[in-house]
């Protein structure tokens, strides 16, 4: 009986370290086709007060009826030697920015 108990008591344990291990690899599974599709996406480069950033348009478009919607909707040109967007802005405060719409948090 000892034996029978011990046995499925490692089986259960087994089962369950299997469940984590499919929950774990589909979580990053996830991630990778994210990262994929960003890599992927087009590459934007914005001149914020000076100072050079470079996202993509997924990122600028992660919210809808942004300021950034309404420029990449072809409206504006990018700068024609330098290929950014040029926004007349305090760049330090542009990472937070770009923070949130990556992430949707700050």
């Given at each position: 009986q000892t034996?029978?108990?011990?046995l499925t008591r490692i089986q259960d344990s087994a089962q369950h370290q299997f469940e984590e291990?499919?929950?774990?690899?589909a979580t990053q599974q996830l991630k990778?086709?994210?990262c994929a599709d960003v890599c992927l996406s087009k590459q934007i480069?914005?001149?914020i007060?000076?100072?050079?950033?470079k996202t993509t348009e997924e990122t600028l478009?992660?919210?809808k009826d942004t300021f950034f919607t309404a420029m990449l909707s072809g409206?504006?040109?990018?700068?024609?030697?330098?290929?950014?967007?040029?926004?007349?802005?305090?760049?330090?405060?542009?990472?937070?920015?770009?923070?949130?719409?990556?992430?949707?948090?700050?």
């Open positions: 034996f029978i108990t011990e291990f499919k929950r774990s690899k990778v086709r994210k480069k914005l001149d007060g000076g100072t050079l950033f478009l992660s919210q409206s504006w040109e990018p700068d024609p030697d330098t290929g950014a967007y040029f926004i007349d802005r305090n760049a330090d405060k542009f990472g937070s920015i770009l923070e949130y719409l990556r992430n949707g948090e700050v």
